[in-house]
C-alpha cells in the first residue's frame, strides 16, 4: 500500500513537460477556454488558434470587436509571453522530448498589412523560440511555427528577407509553387467538399475529391486542417482515417482522451 501511495504521489507530482504531446491536435478558437494556451499545453496539443483585432497599435485576443478594448487582453500576455516561459522551463522544447514544431496559428480579423506590422514588431522580441525563414532557402526551426489565417498579407510575407510568421494556405494556393516553409498549412471549410454531418455514410465522391486535396497538400509537405467540422469522435476518426493532420476541436480533454486511445 506504501509503495502504491508513493506511485500516486509520484504521478501528481510530475511536471507538464511529461504531457505527451499530440501530433494531430488543434485547439479552435484556443482562447475561449477557461485557461487559453495552458489548457491546451495541460491536453498535449501541438496547434493553437488566436484570433486577433489591431485595435489602437494593440494585437488584442478576441472574435469580435471589443466594446471594451481595454479589458482584451493582447496576443503577447495570451499567448507569446507563456509561450517563452513554457518553452525555457523545457530545455528549448514545447514538450520535453518533443523535437517537433508548437503551431501558433493566428486569424487576423482586421485589416492584412497593418495587423501584419503590428505582428512583426511584437514577434521580433521573441525570435529565439521561432521557426524563421531567412531569404527563402535557409530556415531556422525553432519550437515555435507562427502561421498567419483570415485576412492574410500574401505578398507581403513573400516578398521578406526574414519571416517570423509564414501563412495558412487554401486549396486555391495548391499548384503555385508555394514552398511549405512559407505555407506550412493549408485550411478549409469541411462543407466545401462534403456534405456529411457526421453521421451515416460518407458520399463516395465527394470522399474521392477530398482525399485527393489532402494528397495534394501532402504532396507539397504541407498539412492539412479543416474547419466546421462536426466535433465528435466518429467525424475525428473520419478525418484521421482520410489523412487531415489538425483535428479541429472545442473539446480538448475528449480529444486528448480519443488520439490516446
Not at 483585432?53 to 493582447?74: F, M, N, Q, R
Not at 474521392?208 to 475525428?236: C, Q, S, Y
Amino acid at each position: 500500500m506504501k509503495k502504491f501511495l508513493f506511485l500516486l504521489f509520484i504521478t501528481a507530482c510530475q511536471p507538464d513537460s511529461y504531457v505527451k504531446p499530440l501530433s494531430n491536435a488543434h485547439a479552435h478558437n484556443d482562447y475561449m477556454h477557461e485557461r487559453p494556451l495552458h489548457d491546451a499545453l495541460d491536453n498535449g496539443f501541438i496547434s493553437v488558434e488566436a484570433d486577433v483585432h489591431l485595435i489602437d497599435g494593440k494585437l488584442l485576443v478576441t472574435h469580435d470587436a471589443p466594446e471594451k478594448p481595454e479589458d482584451v487582453e493582447t496576443l503577447e500576455e495570451l499567448y507569446l509571453a507563456p509561450l517563452k516561459k513554457h518553452i525555457e522551463k523545457n530545455n528549448g522544447q514545447a514538450y520535453k522530448g518533443y523535437s517537433g514544431s508548437f503551431y501558433l496559428m493566428i486569424d487576423f480579423k482586421t485589416e492584412a498589412i497593418p495587423t501584419y506590422i503590428a505582428l512583426k514588431e511584437v514577434l521580433s522580441t521573441y525570435e529565439s523560440i521561432l521557426t524563421i525563414v531567412n531569404k527563402g532557402t535557409e530556415q531556422r526551426n525553432g519550437p515555435v511555427k507562427v502561421f498567419i489565417s483570415g485576412n492574410r498579407p500574401i505578398s507581403e510575407v513573400m516578398q521578406e528577407e526574414v519571416v517570423l510568421a509564414t501563412l495558412d494556405g487554401r486549396p486555391e494556393d495548391l499548384g503555385k509553387d508555394i514552398p511549405s516553409m512559407y505555407m506550412p498549412v493549408v485550411s478549409q471549410n469541411v462543407n466545401s467538399f462534403l456534405t456529411w454531418t457526421g453521421e451515416g455514410e460518407v458520399d463516395q465522391e465527394e470522399k474521392k475529391n477530398f482525399i485527393a486535396f489532402i494528397n495534394k497538400a501532402h504532396g507539397e509537405n504541407k498539412k492539412v486542417r479543416l474547419w466546421a467540422t462536426p466535433d465528435t469522435p466518429e467525424a475525428w476518426g473520419f478525418l484521421l482515417e482520410s489523412g487531415v493532420d489538425f483535428i479541429n476541436t472545442d473539446r480538448l480533454s475528449d480529444l486528448k482522451d480519443f488520439l490516446s486511445n
